[in-house]
């Protein structure tokens, strides 16, 4: 990584941010889970400063106005991760969510140029809770959720899964497994393949903790509250936790 970035949140400077980053003559440049809004405009950013490489990004937002703000062939070389969910690689799969292409376009109808990366979501996790209540055969949370994690296995939206998250989140909560690579080929999004997180975690895990740990982002850093300000400090010197990434 030759540079990275770490903005405030009202921070609106996308074009400065992307300049300073062309400095140091990047191959790929990194969005990580900035906002949607800051996503558009950092991509047309790079759009105009002429920038050639690829762009990895955790959303695609809106993808045709950031096609329409800057080209088909650009946007092709941009990787994100959440699909469209009348995806080809969809249509015959055994996932646990129920028929994605017809919520996607019952979806679509309802709420035209809406849809985000996380529309889906919500409707997914109501079929995992429902699952998990047949078997349990009540509602009360906490058998359900002990239905969930039976056998620390669970079908999640994109395949099995396995219970995960202790070692970041101080517990196992998230339901991690395979996950969509996606990027956009003649305007649409389309998967190009499915990359195992699990197998990326345990071969990379320490160094995640490392990185969070620097940030101050595990779970038993965030029990400590944080130092009080003194009185007659500066507001202006105090740092705001709150950032997004960029690099």
């Known amino acids: 990584m030759v540079k990275e970035i770490r903005y405030a949140p009202d921070t609106q400077d996308a074009g400065g941010i992307v300049a300073a980053l062309l400095e140091a003559q990047p191959d790929v440049l990194c969005w990580c889970s900035s906002a949607p809004p800051m996503m558009q405009a950092l991509t047309e950013a790079a759009h105009a400063q002429g920038f050639a490489g690829q762009i990895l990004a955790c959303t695609a937002d809106d993808y045709p106005r950031m096609i329409a703000r800057t080209s088909a062939g650009f946007m092709e070389r941009y990787t994100f991760q959440f699909p469209d969910f009348d995806d080809p690689m969809l249509a015959d799969t055994a996932f646990f969510f129920r028929r994605p292409g017809a919520f996607f376009e ?142």
């Open 106 to 247: 019952t979806y679509n109808s309802r709420f035209p140029g809406e849809w985000s990366a996380v529309s889906w979501e919500y409707a997914s996790i109501l079929d995992l809770w429902h699952n998990a209540v047949e078997i349990a055969d009540t509602t009360e949370p906490v058998s359900v959720l002990a239905a969930m994690k039976r056998g620390r296995q669970m079908p999640h939206a994109f395949g099995p899964a396995e219970w995960w998250g202790e070692e970041v989140f101080g517990i196992d909560n998230a339901l991690v497994g395979d996950w969509p690579v996606v990027g956009i080929r003649q305007g649409r999004a389309r998967i190009q393949e499915f990359g195992s997180v699990l197998g990326w975690l345990g071969r990379h895990s320490a160094l995640l903790q490392h990185e969070l740990e620097e940030l101050g982002q595990l779970w038993h850093q965030r029990l400590v509250p944080p130092p009080r300000r003194r009185l007659n400090r500066p507001a202006s010197e105090v740092s705001d936790p709150r950032s997004g990434p960029a690099s």
